[in-house]
């Protein structure tokens, strides 16, 4: 099982990012998919769930201007974020439960005032 993050990068406050985590070794659909990030503490906090049967769940803090999806067909989950701001600077991991946790390498966005 891997997952192979991209997609950060540094934006301006209000711009927009889309960030990919791409499966291997298992098919993401079978399997709640998470997004999370890490700022200037060692708490990783959770943003974004999607659910094996489609739904998804989002922390308030992102609700309404992050979406998290997957493409079936690339094996990849997304998260889309708009509306960024500085207070959005983190690493981003993406995560999934197998028989055990796997994370991601992380990817870094820095959002700029």
């Known amino acids: 099982v891997q997952l192979q993050a991209s997609g950060g990068g540094q934006v301006q406050a209000g711009g927009s990012l889309r960030l990919s985590c791409a499966a291997s070794?298992?098919?993401?659909?079978?399997?709640?998919m998470y997004w999370y990030r890490q700022g200037t503490g060692n708490q990783r906090d959770l943003l974004a769930r999607l659910s094996r049967d489609g739904s998804t769940w989002y922390v308030s803090s992102v609700k309404g201007r992050f979406t998290i999806s997957g493409d079936s067909a690339k094996n990849t989950v997304y998260l889309q974020m708009n509306s960024l701001t500085p207070e959005d600077t983190a690493v981003y991991y993406c995560?999934?439960?197998?028989?055990?946790?796997?994370w991601g390498q992380g990817t870094l966005v820095t959002v700029s005032s």
């Open positions: 070794g298992f098919i993401f659909s079978d399997y709640n």
């Open positions: 995560n999934v439960w197998t028989n055990k946790d796997y």
